[in-house]
């Protein structure tokens, strides 16, 4: 049972375009969502979160809008950049697992073109 | 560098052999996580650690695998018997503290079992 759905798989945005990527989850019980991005042949490193108190928080070019009725979040990057290309992961974790492990989505691929 | 270190990057085994990976966590993380990432998908939880004890085991992680995190420093996962299936990336992370706090992730280490 996939409790973390992302979309798209893949995204191709102009440089200084917005990318939108875009995660549905099903277990209400989760109150933490953070998103990672990842470079090849790195680990993933966290890019913001959010808890399900705030509707969007924004830092830098980076901006996670939550809605908790729809149980949908997404994130958005302004201004992307080519540097920017990466995969990015949306996941959620909950405090009712002892051990907050995070639940990821499957990923998308963002390619920034100039 | 006082990022996670995983040890080593690359590892290339022949099926039936036992392998195993170290991951040193952030100093004084008291939490210690393992994840597998196969191509195309999100890490998935396989272990948590909190301090030296290992609190949680993901249906994941068979018989064949075992972690350990002794003195609640450096930790080891170790797979026996190696089967094709387990070519992934195995990413270790750690975190700080009460709650959902942010975790930071390793390098990971890649296996490919011939």
């Known amino acids: 049972q996939q409790q973390v759905k992302q979309s798209p798989q893949s995204l191709i945005v102009q440089k200084g375009g917005i990318s939108i990527i875009n995660c549905a989850y099903e277990?209400?019980?989760?109150?933490?969502f953070p998103w990672y991005q990842q470079f090849p042949g790195k680990g993933p490193a966290l890019l913001i979160a959010i808890r399900p108190d705030v509707s969007e928080k924004k830092e830098g070019r980076f901006t996670i809008s939550f809605n908790k009725s729809a149980k949908q979040f997404s994130l958005h990057i302004m201004d992307s950049q080519p540097g920017d290309s990466a995969t990015y992961f949306c996941?959620?974790?909950?405090?009712?697992?002892?051990?907050?492990?995070?639940?990821f989505g499957k990923g998308t691929k963002l390619s920034v073109i100039p | 560098d006082t990022g996670v270190s995983q040890n080593p990057r690359h590892k290339i085994t022949k099926r039936g052999q036992n392998v195993t990976f170290r991951c040193d966590p952030i100093s004084e993380h008291n939490r210690l996580y393992w994840y597998r990432q196969t191509l195309g998908q999100g890490p998935e939880f396989l272990t948590y650690?909190?301090?030296?004890?290992?609190?949680?085991k993901s249906r994941l992680l068979s018989d064949r695998f075992s972690a350990e995190r002794p003195k609640g420093s450096f930790s080891t996962l170790e797979i026996q018997r190696t089967e094709q299936g387990d070519s992934a990336m195995y990413l270790c992370?750690?975190?700080f503290g009460r709650g959902n706090t942010e975790a930071f992730f390793g390098q990971g280490t890649r296996l490919t079992v011939v």
């Open positions: 992370a750690s975190s």
């Open positions: 650690f909190q301090n030296e004890a290992q609190l949680e």
């Open positions: 277990n209400t019980a989760f109150d933490y």
């Open positions: 996941a959620a974790s909950f405090a009712g697992a002892g051990s907050y492990q995070l639940t």
